[in-house]
């Protein structure tokens, strides 16, 4: 069974203050994306990562793909109110054509 | 561009009542999904469609669950009899081709009592 496992699963943190949150498995994905979502609505897409190693930057929040491609992290830089959400990693895993969902890092900023 | 876009928002009904959930997947979309939402198992595939055909059911719970998509722009997820354990967040999401992304609808809550 392929997983995705993330960390923490909870976090409440103070604005301003900085935070990473992880995306670990086994197995080895062809593409990895980050979702956000917020209460009543769906996840929404913040970023894919293609290659091993690969870092992008999306204004405060920089991803990074695990040199394997088999984990992955979202750091954030002075958190604000509006980052509170639900953080989910996914990706394809490698091989397959299984698309799988992390298990979720909920996130709430305090003002 | 509209997005997904599914119907009802909210549905609340009592045990044993059939529900039916709507989407409309993004136009040009060929692939739709239907996810299910809860705190404690997170967000499950239940099913997914390509090109209108079902290609992946295994996640569907049990036979109370039946989707369809009759056509590239409509599809339901029919639970027949409704049980209190169904009660949870459902999702659409579509996606065009080789893209890895899904665009998901805003979803509905469901509530059996």
């Known amino acids: 069974t392929q997983l995705l496992e993330q960390s923490p699963q909870f976090l409440s943190i103070q604005e301003g203050e900085n935070l990473t949150v992880y995306c670990n498995s086994s197995s080895v994905f062809s593409s990895l994306q980050w979702y956000r979502q917020e209460p009543g609505e769906g996840p929404v897409l913040l970023v894919t990562?293609?290659?091993?190693?690969e870092v992008k930057k999306l204004k405060r929040l920089t991803f990074q793909f695990g040199d394997a491609r088999k984990d992955s992290s979202l750091h954030i830089t002075a958190a604000q109110t509006g980052d509170t959400g639900l953080y989910l990693c996914a990706g394809w895993v490698s091989g397959t054509y299984k698309y799988i969902f992390g298990t979720g890092t909920r996130l709430k900023v305090l003002a | 561009d509209a997005g997904v876009i599914q119907s009802p928002r909210h549905e609340v009904t009592e045990m044993g009542q059939e529900v039916t959930l709507r989407c409309k997947p993004i136009s040009g979309h060929n692939s739709l999904f239907w996810y299910r939402q809860t705190m404690m198992r997170g967000l499950e595939l239940l099913i997914y469609f390509n090109n209108n055909v079902p290609i992946d059911d295994s996640g569907m719970p049990e036979d109370r669950f039946s989707a369809k998509m009759p056509n590239a722009s409509f599809s339901t997820l029919k639970i027949q009899p409704s049980e209190p354990r169904d009660s949870a967040v459902y999702f659409c999401?579509?996606?065009?081709?080789?893209?890895?992304?899904?665009?998901f609808g805003d979803g509905t809550r469901l509530s059996i009592l």
């Open positions: 999401a579509s996606s065009s081709g080789e893209d890895p992304r899904r665009d």
């Open positions: 990562v293609v290659t091993g190693g």
